[in-house]
Every structure is written in structure tokens, then in C-alpha cells.
């Protein structure tokens, strides 16, 4: 109590500080510059790449992005301020006045002041040219630099965007966010395809376990969740999750993440289903009015033409299970109603010979123990899906898959 005093403290006399009587340019980002609602000269600092140059008798022409948005932000100054060094994929920090620009093309432009070549870029060496769409497949070589196009900026602000509406809708929901782990002890899904975690063997006793016990990375945070759903009624996970699986498939990768919930005093396939295609439906509607411009980009010129078809399969077998399935990407969402019976479990691990391991999971039916489901959905898939990428490597900053793990 007494370090949570001394903190809020410490906090309020920084706020207090006095404010210096030169007040600087203001930073702002290039999106927050082209929303600018009243551009009468203040002036500002934007830092970012140039995307362009063009040089006239008087006038030099820049665009400058630094990732906040598709469209880059024009800088106009004066001839003498061209230079080798002020080349397309050099960083810059221009300072000037943000003014209204008589041009048709945009509402503001930047009347430089300063600029400063930050970084250099040799156009010659750098891989990707001006005016030039490399496909995706050929920015795949270039895991360190493909985020600096359009169309990956787009994709990862996409991205963005949907793991900050995906949380919405669950805490809007009620849903407590658990951290389930990476490393465990649980083949959930049952396929055997998993990766073993063990430190170097240098010294290990022969059979012996860093965790006395065999562990591996996740391939679903389910059981996990469904522990937490004995004491929260709604619970969701977000994270990475891991397949050993031998495919260089475009509907495949070795680290992938997955948005998976648990839900508790839940008896029907349907009250399950409504909760699948409001997490779909309420993602997709903030990603296309928080960034409209990103998703027209990848629909015109990666997916020109594409719809957006999906199929719901429903399966009867010892639980209710339902899959969503999408032409093109392949199964998107797949949830179930989880066994409950106590005795049916004890037969199914006893006959199995996993009893003693799976103990656990037979005292969750043991103790105060209600009906509950869930449901996983492949968040690269749902990317797929929303924007008509063809290869799932193309929606993940960093594709792992067999044979690749370039960075």
C-alpha cells in the first residue's frame, strides 16, 4: 500500500512538471497529419520513409509513410534541399508548417522547414523499386524488409486491427482473457504432431526430464481453458500455437495463432454457433471501419473479384460438434459441447492407459462440475478469409513452416 502511495505520488509530481516556455514542433504521426482538421500552418514534426522523390527547377516533391496508413503524406520544400541521400527507403524527420495543399489529391501537405536524412538507402541495392508490385511470393525472401511495401503494410495493419477487435468482443461479452501456456505436458488435439521441448542434452542424465515429465509447445490452450471455465463461466485465449506438421501446403504453418473460448452452463450447439458468428461478424465490421483503405487494397489488387462463401458442417458423435468451413482457406472455426459424463471419461482414459495422467481432467467432473463448450478459430485463417489471401505465409510477420525459419 505504502509503494502504491509513493508511486501515485511520484506520478502526479511529473505531472506537475512546468511546461517549457519554447514550446516545440509537435510530432505527429503521418495518418493523425492527413486527418488534421486544421492545417493553417502549425507546425510540426513527422518522421518516417520516403516512398518517392520528385525534383522540379524549384520545387522538390516527397512522400513520407511511417506505417500509421496506406495513403503517405506529401512534403513540399525547395530545390536545395534535394540531395543523393534523399532517395525512395531513406528515413527522414521533416519539419515544417502543415498546411491546406491546392491540390485535389490530398486535403494537406507538409511545407518543409528541415529535413534530415536519418538513414540512407542505395535504390540500386535495395530490393523492392519504386512503382514496381513485387508479388507476394517474392517478398517472402525478404522477411526483414517486406513490411515496407503497401500491400504487407496494409495486411499487418489488418492484422492489428482484428486482435484489437477480437478482445473487444470478448471483454464486451464478459469473458475473462486467460494466459494459457506455451509449454505443456497435454497432446490436446491427439495427432502426435507435436514439438518436444528439451534443453541441450550436455550434461542430462539419460531419461531424465527438465520438467520430470514429457513437455511440448501447444497445440491448443482447450484443456487449459476448460480448467478456468470450473471457476469463470466465459473464458478466451489468444496466442501462438504450434504443429510438427511435415507441409509446405499454402493452408499451413508450423507457429500459427489461435482464438479459442470456453464457456460454461452452456447446453446447446446453437447458443454456441451465436457466439462463433458474433466474434466473426463483430471483428470483421471494426476491421473494415477502422481500415477501410488496407482491406480495398488486398481485395483490388491481390483478390481482385473474390467472395467471401463459408459452410457450416454440424457432426453428432459422443458430443455435438460444429466446423466452419471456408472454399479456399479450409476449416476456420471448429467448436464442440465437451463431455461431461464422469464414468463415460474414466472408461475412455482407463481403456487408453492414461488414467494416472489425465486425473485431472476426470476431478474437473468430479467437483461442482457443469455442461460447457468451446470453440478455436485460426486467426491467420480468418485473415485469409476477410482479405482473399491465397497463402496463409503471406498474413504472419514471420512464417515458420518446414524448412523455414529465416530471423
Same mark, same amino acid.
Given at each position: 500500500?505504502?509503494?502504491?502511495?509513493? /508511486?501515485?505520488?511520484? *506520478? @502526479?509530481?511529473? =505531472?506537475? $512538471?512546468?511546461?517549457?516556455? &519554447?514550446?516545440?514542433?509537435?510530432?505527429?504521426?503521418?495518418?493523425?497529419?492527413?486527418?488534421?482538421?486544421?492545417?493553417?500552418?502549425?507546425?510540426?514534426?513527422?518522421?518516417?520513409?520516403?516512398?518517392?522523390?520528385?525534383?522540379?527547377?524549384?520545387?522538390?516533391?516527397?512522400?513520407?509513410?511511417?506505417?500509421?496508413?496506406?495513403?503517405?503524406?506529401?512534403?513540399?520544400?525547395?530545390?536545395?534541399?534535394?540531395?543523393?541521400?534523399?532517395?525512395?527507403?531513406?528515413?527522414?524527420?521533416?519539419?515544417?508548417?502543415?498546411?491546406?495543399?491546392?491540390?485535389?489529391?490530398?486535403?494537406?501537405?507538409?511545407?518543409?522547414?528541415?529535413?534530415?536524412?536519418?538513414?540512407?538507402?542505395?535504390?540500386?541495392?535495395?530490393?523492392?523499386?519504386?512503382?514496381?508490385?513485387?508479388?507476394?511470393?517474392?517478398?517472402?525472401?525478404?522477411?526483414?524488409?517486406?513490411?515496407?511495401?503497401?500491400? /504487407?503494410?496494409?495486411? *499487418? @495493419?489488418?492484422? =492489428?486491427? $482484428?486482435?484489437?477487435?477480437? &478482445?473487444?468482443?470478448?471483454?464486451?461479452?464478459?469473458?475473462?482473457?486467460?494466459?494459457?501456456?506455451?509449454?505443456?505436458?497435454?497432446?490436446?488435439?491427439?495427432?502426435?504432431?507435436?514439438?518436444?521441448?528439451?534443453?541441450?542434452?550436455?550434461?542430462?542424465?539419460?531419461?531424465?526430464?527438465?520438467?520430470?515429465?514429457?513437455?511440448?509447445?501447444?497445440?491448443?490452450?482447450?484443456?487449459?481453458?476448460?480448467?478456468?471455465?470450473?471457476?469463470?463461466?466465459?473464458?478466451?485465449?489468444?496466442?501462438?500455437?504450434?504443429?510438427?506438421?511435415?507441409?509446405?501446403?499454402?493452408?499451413?504453418?508450423?507457429?500459427?495463432?489461435?482464438?479459442?473460448?470456453?464457456?460454461?452452463?452452456?447446453?446447446?450447439?446453437?447458443?454456441?454457433?451465436?457466439?462463433?458468428?458474433?466474434?466473426?461478424?463483430?471483428?470483421?465490421?471494426?476491421?473494415?471501419?477502422?481500415?477501410?483503405?488496407?482491406?480495398? /487494397?488486398?481485395?483490388?489488387?491481390?483478390?481482385?473479384?473474390?467472395?467471401?462463401?463459408?459452410?457450416?458442417?454440424?457432426?453428432?458423435?459422443?458430443?455435438?460438434?460444429?466446423?466452419?468451413?471456408?472454399?479456399?482457406?479450409?476449416?476456420?472455426?471448429?467448436?464442440?459441447?465437451?463431455?461431461?459424463?464422469?464414468?463415460?471419461?474414466?472408461?475412455?482414459?482407463?481403456?487408453?492407459?492414461?488414467?494416472?495422467?489425465?486425473?485431472?481432467?476426470?476431478?474437473?467432473?468430479?467437483?461442482?462440475?457443469?455442461?460447457?463448450?468451446?470453440?478455436?478459430?485460426?486467426?491467420?485463417?480468418?485473415?485469409?478469409?476477410?482479405?482473399?489471401?491465397?497463402?496463409?505465409?503471406?498474413?504472419?510477420?514471420?512464417?515458420?513452416?518446414?524448412?523455414?525459419?529465416?530471423?
Amino acid at each position: 500500500m505504502f509503494g502504491a502511495r509513493c /508511486l501515485l505520488r511520484a *506520478l @502526479r509530481s511529473c =505531472s506537475s $512538471a512546468p511546461c517549457p516556455r &519554447h514550446k516545440p514542433s509537435a510530432k505527429l504521426s503521418v495518418r493523425d497529419a492527413l486527418r488534421a482538421q486544421d492545417a493553417s500552418g502549425e507546425r510540426v514534426k513527422v518522421q518516417g520513409w520516403v516512398r518517392s522523390v520528385r525534383s522540379q527547377k524549384e520545387v522538390l516533391f516527397l512522400h513520407v509513410n511511417d506505417g500509421s496508413s496506406l495513403e503517405s503524406l506529401q512534403v513540399v520544400a525547395d530545390s536545395n534541399c534535394d540531395s543523393r541521400e534523399l532517395a525512395f527507403g531513406s528515413s527522414v524527420e521533416v519539419q515544417g508548417q502543415l498546411v491546406k495543399s491546392p491540390s485535389k489529391k490530398q486535403n494537406v501537405e507538409l511545407k518543409a522547414e528541415k529535413i534530415e536524412v536519418v538513414g540512407n538507402c542505395d535504390p540500386k541495392d535495395f530490393p523492392f523499386k519504386y512503382k514496381e508490385r513485387p508479388t507476394l511470393e517474392y517478398l517472402r525472401q525478404f522477411p526483414h524488409l517486406r513490411c515496407r511495401t503497401n500491400v /504487407l503494410g496494409s495486411i *499487418l @495493419r489488418v492484422r =492489428s486491427e $482484428a486482435t484489437a477487435a477480437i &478482445h473487444s468482443f470478448f471483454k464486451d461479452s464478459g469473458f475473462v482473457h486467460i494466459h494459457t501456456p506455451i509449454i505443456t505436458s497435454n497432446d490436446c488435439e491427439g495427432a502426435g504432431e507435436l514439438f518436444q521441448v528439451e534443453p541441450p542434452s550436455k550434461g542430462k542424465v539419460p531419461e531424465e526430464n527438465f520438467f520430470n515429465v514429457p513437455a511440448f509447445l501447444t497445440v491448443s490452450g482447450q484443456l487449459h481453458l476448460e480448467v478456468m471455465s470450473g471457476a469463470f463461466t466465459q473464458v478466451f485465449t489468444f496466442g501462438p500455437t504450434f504443429r510438427a506438421e511435415n507441409s509446405q501446403s499454402r493452408r499451413h504453418l508450423a507457429e500459427f495463432y489461435m482464438v479459442e473460448a470456453e464457456i460454461s452452463f452452456i447446453e446447446s450447439l446453437q447458443d454456441l454457433m451465436q457466439v462463433m458468428e458474433g466474434l466473426f461478424k463483430s471483428a470483421a465490421a471494426a476491421v473494415l471501419s477502422t481500415c477501410p483503405e488496407d482491406v480495398a /487494397l488486398c481485395h483490388r489488387v491481390v483478390a481482385p473479384g473474390q467472395k467471401i462463401r463459408t459452410y457450416a458442417k454440424k457432426q453428432l458423435f459422443n458430443v455435438a460438434a460444429v466446423d466452419l468451413l471456408v472454399p479456399g482457406v479450409g476449416e476456420l472455426f471448429g467448436g464442440s459441447l465437451r463431455e461431461e459424463r464422469y464414468h463415460f471419461l474414466e472408461q475412455r482414459l482407463a481403456r487408453s492407459g492414461l488414467t494416472e495422467a489425465y486425473q485431472w481432467y476426470l476431478d474437473l467432473r468430479r467437483f461442482g462440475s457443469v455442461p460447457h463448450g468451446g470453440f478455436g478459430m485460426g486467426f491467420e485463417r480468418y485473415l485469409q478469409c476477410i482479405l482473399g489471401i491465397d497463402n496463409i505465409k503471406d498474413v504472419i510477420p514471420f512464417p515458420r513452416f518446414t524448412h523455414s525459419c529465416l530471423l
